[in-house]
């Protein structure tokens, strides 16, 4: 089935043709064969059964090429979408508070994940800005599994790798802080490994339709653990020997 989109704004990023066009026509394959006014689309329409077209009106609204993301983690991506996003939280009780809304008590969840804190929202209930802790989620959910440092391998004598620390309270002791190459190097790849398939998959799957609904129809991965490779191969079955990307 060809489909006619008719009264848009069209922008085709053609340096030689920066006008806005009217018409997009596209053929039974998918394929773009025409883009233009009205008054030129005669010929192209001609080629192809009037009783096999599917007729759209855009209404004025804009229509763009795809944009291809040309630097990105798919994975991480998905799996940022599904966490509890921290960024608007202003206190500590904020974050605990998002947190345990998005806590479940489902046996096979194993873990809580949360992104985008910021350091100036560690503020206590006296107003009191904080250092981050891992007491705070330590507290938050002390009967809950949760990755301690000890889990990574990492304990308060092993030495900062070249480019980052881990860092440490006053008395030593690991504070559950990891920074720059820490993060990249150890706290990724550890990540990665404890997904569950079910999430991974899932990941892979918000991340895809958050893409298309954003106009991304092409993308390159910059880096990926083995277990997000090993998901990306499960989602081109899924999604019948193809990507929706």
Not at 29 to 37: A, D, I, N, P, T
Not at 48 to 53: D, E, F, K
Not at 69 to 88: E, F, I, N, Y
Not at 195 to 211: G, H, I, N, R
Request: proline share 7%.
């Amino acid at each position: 089935m060809a489909t006619l989109i008719t009264s848009a704004k069209i922008f085709t990023a053609d340096p030689v043709h920066n006008e806005l066009y009217s018409i997009l026509l596209v053929d039974q394959s998918g394929r773009v064969c025409f883009v233009g006014e009205e008054s030129k689309a005669q010929t192209p329409l001609a080629l192809l059964s009037p009783t096999n077209i599917t007729r759209i009106d855009m209404g004025g609204k804009v229509i763009i090429p795809g944009i291809i993301d040309t630097h990105s983690h798919l994975s991480m991506m998905g799996g940022a979408l599904l966490k509890p996003d921290l960024v608007r939280c202003k206190s500590l009780a904020k974050i605990k508070e998002t947190l345990l809304a998005h806590h479940t008590p489902d046996p096979s969840c194993p873990h809580l994940l949360g992104c985008a804190w910021l350091f100036n929202s560690l503020v206590n209930d006296a107003g009191v800005l904080q250092r981050p802790h891992r007491h705070f989620l330590d507290e938050l959910l002390p009967c809950f599994p949760i990755y301690l440092d000890t889990e990574m391998g990492i304990t308060k004598e092993t030495p900062n790798p070249k480019g980052g620390q881990w860092e440490k309270d006053e008395q030593g002791e690991l504070t559950g802080l990891m920074m720059e190459t820490p993060v990249v190097k150890t706290v990724w790849p550890f990540l990665a490994q404890q997904l569950l398939v079910k999430e991974q998959d899932q990941a892979f799957d918000t991340m895809f339709a958050a893409y298309l609904a954003m106009g991304v129809t092409g993308d390159i991965i910059m880096a990926m653990e083995g277990p997000n490779l090993e998901a990306l191969e499960r989602a081109f079955a899924r999604y019948g020997g193809s990507l929706p990307l």
